[in-house]
């Protein structure tokens, strides 16, 4: 079965309500003759509540114990939600914090040289950054708030200056990127604004051509471009002009991975429609090979690449709002993989997914987490090697 044929089948249930019936493609998405049968390595765990609509969820140690803490932006009630581990699998019940309006988004680091995580967020309905101050033991105190202008949806941080503080890019929804950077005390000033683009949709850094210094990754959801752009970093807080690399339409998100094992920055890209994902394979001097599409499920939102199967080559997990699921994809080493995907059923509205391991001892294999939107809550997916205590009916809604 090819990869268009799957993606095809896909769009076609999707219009007779894929999301009632989300159960059913893996009934035909093997015939007789394809022997490919996908590992089965999650187990659906148990579900937390967070804040209502999550847009992201993020694992962490805030209360510096050496367990796995969860953070979520939850952009309905103006508030992330803290959830701290237990070390089996199990959270504590969320601590809600109310904060700007709309967090869309959050970066992690240590922005005041206190050895504590602190947390910078993309205030969509504010048009603000917002910084808050982490204290070691899982609370935070309120930073200082920058305007943008305007609808900030995605944010990252890394020391792009080379000064040796944390910096902030940030894209914002009306075609703009916008550098922030940082001081010692966790302050930030203005940096460059960059005019580029149609309708950032995610913004990351990396050093994606070997020389120490953070380049920059944007995703741009509009119409009129539907690309991955790269630009190359200076070293002094700016970037040298982009270079556009073609996805699948309406991109919304970009994370990296090393799918052909070369230990080279290779780029995930998640396809809004389409029901599609793209990877870019790096030469290593900040260019990319082009694109490879692949099916997803219906309307995928967010992907995260690791190693699930144990074979040392990066795999994929996707969550698709319309489909309610999670699917991991195994990887064949070369950009490309192995079909059909395994499908877990989730809780409604799975809008992001992240790697989770439950403690810091790097001892297990890794589990996930997702963000479910319509559900205000987060679910977690541990591994079959890692046997948490199973909560009573632990079966997704």
């Known amino acids: ?28 998405a093997c015939s007789k003759t394809d022997p490919y049968v996908p590992p089965d390595p999650f187990y659906y765990f148990e579900s937390y509540a967070v804040g209502k609509n999550p847009t992201t969820v993020t694992t ?11 953070i979520t932006t939850n952009i309905s009630s103006n508030s992330i939600s803290l959830l701290f581990g237990n070390g089996d699998g199990t959270f504590r019940d969320q601590v809600q914090v109310k904060v700007c309006q709309e967090p869309r988004s959050l970066a992690l680091n240590d922005f005041n040289h206190d050895d504590q995580l602190d947390v910078a967020l993309a205030c969509s309905g504010g048009d603000q950054i ?18 943008v202008h305007r609808a900030p949806v995605s944010i990252s941080s890394q020391d792009v200056n080379g000064d040796g503080h944390p910096d902030l890019a940030v894209a914002l929804r009306n075609d703009k990127v916008k550098i922030f950077l940082g001081s ?19 913004v990351a850094l990396k050093d994606l051509n070997q020389d120490g210094q953070p380049d920059l990754v944007v995703t741009n959801g509009g ?13 002094d807080g700016t970037f040298r002009d ?12 970009v994370s990296f991975a090393d799918f052909n094992k070369d230990h080279l920055p290779d780029l995930l890209v998640i396809n809004g429609e389409g029901d599609s994902f793209t990877t870019f394979l790096g030469n290593g001097n900040g260019t990319f090979q082009p694109g490879k599409d692949s099916g997803a499920d219906a309307s995928p939102n967010f992907g995260v690449a690791h190693d699930f199967d144990g074979d040392h080559i990066d ?3 996707i969550v698709n709002l319309q489909s309610t699921d999670l699917s991991i994809l195994f990887g064949r080493g070369d950009g490309t993989f192995h079909y059909p995907p395994r499908n877990y059923r989730t809780k ?25 939107n319509g559900a205000a809550s987060v679910s977690v997916f541990l591994h079959h090697g890692r046997k948490g205590q199973i909560p009573p009916n632990s079966k997704p809604e």
Do not use: H
Request: glycine share 14%.
């Open 315 to 317: 795999d994929v997990a």
């Open 60 to 70: 962490a140690d805030f209360n510096r114990d050496q367990i796995t803490d969860l």
């Open 242 to 253: 982009p270079k556009d690399y073609k996805t699948g339409r309406r991109p919304l998100g």
């Open 130 to 147: 917002s910084i808050l101050f982490g204290r070691g033991n899982g609370k935070f105190d309120e930073g200082p708030q920058y305007p």
């Open 348 to 372: 409604n509205g799975p809008f992001a997914v992240a790697s989770y391991q439950v403690s810091a001892d790097n001892g297990e294999e890794p589990g996930l987490v997702t963000a479910d």
């Open 1 to 28: 079965m090819t990869i268009n044929t799957y993606a095809n089948k896909r769009r076609a249930i999707g219009r007779v309500g894929l999301a009632l019936i989300a159960g059913l493609p893996l009934l035909f």
């Open 223 to 235: 119409p009129m471009l539907s690309a991955v752009s790269v630009w190359i970093g200076n070293g």
């Open 184 to 202: 010692a005390r966790g302050e930030f000033r203005p940096g460059v604004q960059y005019e580029y683009g149609d309708t950032p949709t995610s």
